[in-house]
């Protein structure tokens, strides 16, 4: 059985949420422009969070094969 289509979209899946915490950042920068710097941080915070089952899927596609 192949499960390279569910390792894509693990990866397809991280890249969507990093755009949607980036969308709402910057819409909650463009309401509040002061608190730009604590915004960005938790930003940075949650992409991180984000981006790590991306990276298992990715290696994941290398395992498989």
Known sequence: M?????????VIGSG????LIG?????AIGR???ASGD??????TAIA???VPGLLAFAA?????
Not at 61 to 65: E, G, R, T
């Open 2 to 10: 192949n499960f390279l289509p569910f390792a894509l979209i693990g």
């Open 16 to 19: 969507i949420g990093v755009g």
């Open 23 to 27: 969308m709402g950042a910057m819409q």
């Open 32 to 34: 509040n422009p002061a």
């Open 39 to 44: 915004i960005v941080i938790k930003m940075l």
């Open 49 to 51: 969070l984000c981006e």
């Open 61 to 65: 596609i290398f395992l498989i094969k």
